[in-house]
DNA sequence: GCTTAGCACTCGTTGCCCATGAGTGCTAAT
DNA sequence: ATTAGCACTCATGGGCAACGAGTGCTAAGC
């Protein structure tokens, strides 16, 4: 039995009018305020009714006897599944947002100020994670030497992008050494992504360091130390935070230490954003939907941002399961689409 | 009249004595319990007589008629100027600093963890600034093609400490030429720091542009665009924020949001922080003496942390009024010495 | 003259009771 | 099927008394 077949017309439109209600002001609603605010010209016994039964079926609870109703996380879900009407975003916000992402000019602060549109505009928080990179694709490898035994290694990927990465040799070497090196590299990896660079290192190249030529081998050597520093592991950039003190029911100091430390923590958030790199949409966690106990209370709205048709990275909304969906919904997707605009090579 | 005058030995101690405790759990002392505490075999009475007149001398307050007392910020300042005896930092935690320094290398996170260890040894929120690099000895750029009228530059400063710039060109130079400009900026600029750097640009150097060298022009219309490019702006990194909803006085959902919101502002703190960089040494704001409101009823604990005997930033710990100050000036303390250390090239 | 025992007093805290009112479920009438 | 009516529930808040921690003051003691 689905849903809809559990729930009338009239039973869902209440259920609508309901959760709009309690997102707007966060008290349980009541059979006559729910009966004023349907415009069904109902009595409230009628709305009690049906009240009734959305809580035999598990949409609504009430939190004491005498009170009125509130969405359950099933009603939530039915709600954002099949009654949702989300309001796409003002143009000029768009255009706004826009505006600002043409400023950043280095990742970090990109990054950053994407979160920081998410929190100022749903005032919720913001999270963004950082892009990942393995398949941006290398242009160009080059070697410089800083002392004795330690050389810099430069990864030029595109115009913007640009590595820096130290590595250890056990001998100096001269700069025309390491330029050889450097232009051997290039030439054999140049075009590839990471990981293709990696697998490239591990099996053809090796032949290079066994047999062929001795130079070289030093060559590959150095490559594998760049290259095996992690690629910077995975981390996002929260933003507005302080936004979830202004609900009240997140205003328990308890629960928001518990959530600010999963905020610096990053451990679980993160978890949970990465599975949400294979959606190809928005995706909603509700309440205890993500799993995770420090979100109980919490929802989480997210979408994947690409490069070239490449998923590289997610960013969404926390905020409590009492949040604005047919706002946070829309405006989450389409800053997902501008980062992604933002960020593809465009020159 | 000094603060010593007003006070005798007696009421002296039992003022520390009464600090040490409020300071522990957080609750007015009586004199009962002061009496207890200050092992000086005194009666409740007397202990009365002697808070009477402590105040009366504005060193300390009842919160109401029946309640024990608790330091005011007169009563704080006294206790970290005369009073206290600082108890140094035990050597296996020195040892422990100093190895977790050693594991960072490039510089935000070695701020980062920084900002870490203190909040960690301290249970309070820990703050550190970017250090200034405009004192950073250059050794040494390096220019890089990227693109038709792209040159990617690179200052190398440290082992640890390598900046990318990149810049635009009227023209395509070919890696030769480049390479020469490199050389050229090297051999005139290795040693100096940026301001010098930037001097030397607008003196000396404009005569190799009117005059004397032609081709080393270019080299330096190009060190003209990389040098005036802002040596990013100051910044800070916090930690432990979380730490602060310990704290019965500070756990007000209301304070709680004002703090956290300057700390993400960040404006009034590093202005804060600023001013420290003049002394040269723990500097420390009770309460009210930041001037600041949000910090009303914070202590700050800073010290500036040197290169080359250099005040390059500043870092420190933020928290209650109430805080362990012979615990965390030592911290604070060591902790900028051990950073200095860290960022003195040591080669 | 300093110290201290004694005592009345203050005042925040806690628990209890009760009135209030918002909201319910159920029943019977429409 | 809807609704008016009614008894019932229960969170909220005010009022009130008991309690206890702590005080200031006074008068006695060393």
């Known amino acids: 039995m689905t849903a809809e077949s559990e729930l009338n017309e009239r039973a869902q439109h209440l259920l609508k009018v309901l959760i709009d209600r309690y997102v707007h002001d966060g008290e349980p609603v009541g059979s006559r305020t729910l009966a004023r605010d349907s415009r069904l010209d109902l009595s409230p016994a009628t ?88 398949h941006a694709a290398l242009r160009r490898i080059e070697f410089l030497p800083l002392s004795e035994n330690r050389v810099l290694a430069i990864l030029v990927f595109s115009e913007r992008e640009v590595q820096n990465r130290i590595i250890h040799t056990e001998r100096a070497y001269s700069q025309a050494e390491l330029q050889r090196a450097a232009n051997y590299l290039t030439e054999h990896l140049a075009g590839k992504d990471l990981t293709e660079v990696r697998r490239s290192l591990i099996h053809e190249m090796q032949e290079t360091r066994e047999t062929v030529n001795r130079i070289m081998a030093h060559a590959v050597r150095m490559a594998e130390q760049v290259f095996s520093q992690t690629t910077e592991e995975e981390d996002y950039v929260v933003a507005g935070q302080t936004n979830l003190m202004d609900f009240r029911e997140l205003c328990d100091v308890d629960k928001l230490r518990h959530l600010f430390e999963a905020f610096n923590e990053k451990r679980e958030i993160l978890h949970l954003l990465d599975q949400c790199v294979k959606a190809q949409g928005v995706q909603i966690f509700i309440g205890e939907e993500s799993g995770y106990q420090v979100l109980d209370e919490c929802s989480v709205v997210t979408a994947p941002y690409a490069v070239d048709d490449r998923v590289v990275g997610v960013l969404g909304v926390i905020g409590p399961t009492r949040m604005a969906y047919d706002r946070v919904i829309p405006i989450v997707d389409t800053t997902a689409r501008l980062l992604g605009a933002a960020l593809n090579p465009r020159d």
């Open 47 to 134: 709305v009690r009714n049906v009240m009734a039964d959305l809580e035999e079926t598990g949409f609504v609870r009430s939190p004491h006897t005498s009170a009125g109703r509130v969405p359950t996380v099933k009603g939530y879900r039915f709600f954002v599944d099949s009654l949702l009407t989300v309001k796409p975003l003002e143009s000029v916000e768009v255009g706004r947002l826009r505006a600002q992402l043409d400023l950043d000019v280095n990742m970090k602060e990109l990054v950053g100020s994407v979160s920081n549109m998410l929190s100022g505009l749903t005032r919720l928080a913001g999270v963004v994670t950082l892009p990942r990179r393995d």
